[in-house]
């Protein structure tokens, strides 16, 4: 499928390839670096049922690592929509760039946080909730629960700000920079592999920078193992520790040290 | 409208295009000190007949879309297609001298776009085929009625990707998609049918729904009809060509240790004195 797009899109035609995640990154990798990357054609690849969306049909259908391989290509542009508003926008803008992308999105019925379409550009994030001294970078379906987080946090006193980071490659510098420089502790929250996915793209940007950030980097994902016993997604990402509970907690403890 | 090249040519016009193209060949791959020489050798008659009967190409327009689209999917063997394009008037001849050097447009397998007449970058097995059938559903969607190869090579047709492919083409009824397989027996390491059970290769096109032709690889009268046969309108074509590894220099002939030696001087000489080169 992936070869077959790269072929249409090099005569000038704009294919998007769609299935469940694992089986249209990690299964197809080749196809993918070498045809579509190499040859620079814009192909949409629509990964559905992200993450552990698909808990319950076991780890052949979870994708823990696809953030990892698909930004590691040269000329992809990845992008992990919070829900069915902003899938709307960043497919628009998929379709109207002359480069690859890949849309980690999720499967259906997922919240929907954004009344409408908001505005989407890659590179650049949107404030969900203005805060301050901590900070949810919440990339994909995890936005609702970033935002609870964010709400747990607000009952203790704190007020945290919360942005939804769709745009995973390129990431908002402009928006690092600032958060980096005005708060205390910035999380990453991702249905990810701690390695190589959206905290890890933001750590590697932390240490590129030419002079010390003041803020705490704090990475919240899914722990190096495999899921082997049933359940939905909720047990899976509690399973991973990603819950509001456990984010508040992991803000709490980062800010706690600092103080 | 492009007209069919050198339509003019005898077989024995083309035979002798045939042999000053395998020299070349061996004389650059010790200039070059590259490797898969006999992979080149196996498939030069394929590519003389392609390009000098069948493509409708204009070497003045390597990006006209209404084009004949050749994907060499064989990209370690992309010596031989640089010699084809070079004298296809693609770039200039002087420039195969360059080949594998750095910075030069000629990379032991092919970059994209890395000159005019390379539609694909392969070197990774198995791609050849998927990309050709996009290629050739695109020529559908897009109305503009150009014809796909996909050269393509047997120990490539271990690749389940290549079977994908096999069996999406008919499917979509691609008439205009023809695939050849350059036949020669051996792979890297081995014969091909003793690492693989790739025998019987007809029956397995054939079982997949493609019209077959089975034809020596160096008979360009038997190329050239099958490349110009009529062929049904709606389903994709495959032809195996036999072949042999190294053809054209006997001591290369079916020895795969010319899979990843490059010759001598005494060697290229050699050879120059069996194949009557001047």
């Given at each position: 499928m992936i070869s077959l797009a790269a072929g249409l899109a090099s005569s000038g035609l704009r294919p998007i390839c769609y299935t469940i995640t694992p089986f249209i990154t990690t299964r197809c990798?080749?196809?993918?670096?070498?045809?579509?990357?190499y040859h620079a054609v814009p192909v949409v690849i629509v990964g559905t049922g992200s993450g552990l969306a698909y808990a319950s049909l076991g780890a052949t259908h979870q994708s823990l690592e696809d953030l990892a391989l698909l930004r590691s290509l040269p000329g992809m542009r990845v992008v992990a929509p919070a829900d069915a508003m902003e899938l709307r926008s960043s497919l628009r803008a998929a379709l109207a760039a002359d480069h690859p992308t890949y849309l980690r999105i999720g499967k259906k019925g997922e919240p929907v946080v954004y009344p409408e379409p908001p505005p989407f550009a890659f590179g650049e994030w949107r404030e969900a909730r203005a805060g301050t001294r901590v900070v949810l970078l919440s990339t994909g379906t995890l936005l609702p629960v970033a935002l609870e987080a964010a709400a747990?946090?607000?009952?203790?006193?704190?007020?945290?700000?919360v942005y939804s980071c769709a745009s995973v490659k390129p990431l908002d510098s402009t928006t690092l920079t600032r958060v980096f420089r005005d708060s205390e502790v910035v999380l990453t929250i991702e249905e990810h592999n701690l390695i190589g996915g959206f905290g890890s793209a933001v750590a590697e940007w932390v240490v590129d920078q030419?002079?010390?950030?003041?803020?705490?980097?704090?990475?919240?994902?899914?722990?190096d193992h495999f899921l082997h016993g049933p359940g939905e997604q909720d047990h899976a990402r509690h399973l991973h520790g990603l819950t509001a509970a456990a984010i508040a907690t992991a803000a709490r403890s980062a800010l706690s040290r600092r103080s | 409208m492009m007209a069919m090249p050198g339509n003019a040519m005898s077989i024995e016009q083309l035979d002798r295009l045939a042999r000053e193209i395998r020299h070349q060949l061996i004389a650059l791959s010790c200039h070059a000190q590259s490797a898969h020489l006999a992979g080149a050798l196996s498939c030069v008659d394929l590519l003389v007949g392609l390009y000098w009967t069948c493509l409708r190409i204009d070497p003045h327009r390597p990006s006209d879309p209404a084009r004949d689209r050749l994907i060499f999917s064989k990209g370690h063997a992309i010596s031989a297609l640089y010699c084809v394009l070079a004298r296809r008037g693609f770039?200039?001849?002087?420039?195969?001298?360059?080949?594998?050097?750095?910075?030069?447009?000629?990379?032991?397998?092919?970059s994209p776009g890395c000159v005019p007449g390379v539609e694909w970058a392969t070197g990774s097995l198995g791609h050849g085929l998927g990309v050709g059938l996009g290629m050739a559903l695109a020529s559908r969607i897009q109305r503009a009625p150009y014809n796909v190869?996909?050269?393509?090579?047997?120990?490539?047709?271990?690749?389940?990707?290549?079977?994908?492919?096999?069996?999406?083409?008919?499917?979509?009824?691609?008439?205009?998609?023809?695939?050849?397989?350059?036949?020669?027996?051996?792979?890297?390491?081995?014969?091909?049918?003793?690492?693989?059970?790739?025998?019987?290769?007809?029956?397995?096109?054939?079982?997949?729904?493609?019209?077959?032709?089975?034809?020596?690889?160096?008979?360009?009268?038997?190329?050239?009809?099958?490349?110009?046969?009529?062929?049904?309108?709606?389903?994709?074509l495959a032809i195996i060509?036999?072949?042999?590894?190294?053809?054209?220099?006997?001591?290369?002939?079916?020895?795969?240790?010319?899979?990843?030696?490059?010759?001598?001087?005494?060697?290229?000489?050699?050879?120059?004195?069996?194949?009557?080169?001047?």
């Open positions: 990798f080749e196809q993918i670096r070498v045809d579509v990357c747990n946090l607000a009952a203790t006193g704190l007020s945290p700000a030419p002079d010390p950030v003041l803020a705490r980097l704090v990475r919240c994902g899914a722990g | 770039f200039p001849t002087e420039e195969l001298l360059h080949y594998n050097e750095e910075g030069s447009r000629l990379p032991e397998q092919p190869y996909v050269v393509m090579s047997d120990g490539e047709c271990q690749e389940g990707s290549v079977w994908e492919g096999a069996m999406l083409a008919p499917r979509l009824r691609l008439g205009n998609l023809t695939a050849l397989i350059d036949f020669n027996k051996w792979q890297a390491t081995g014969r091909s049918d003793e690492i693989m059970a790739m025998s019987p290769l007809k029956a397995k096109w054939d079982a997949f729904g493609w019209a077959t032709r089975e034809i020596d690889g160096h008979n360009l009268a038997a190329i050239c009809d099958a490349l110009a046969a009529p062929r049904p309108a709606d389903t994709p060509a036999h072949t042999v590894k190294g053809k054209g220099a006997s001591f290369m002939e079916d020895d795969n240790n010319w899979h990843y030696r490059s010759p001598t001087v005494g060697e290229v000489e050699r050879a120059r004195i069996e194949l009557n080169q001047p």
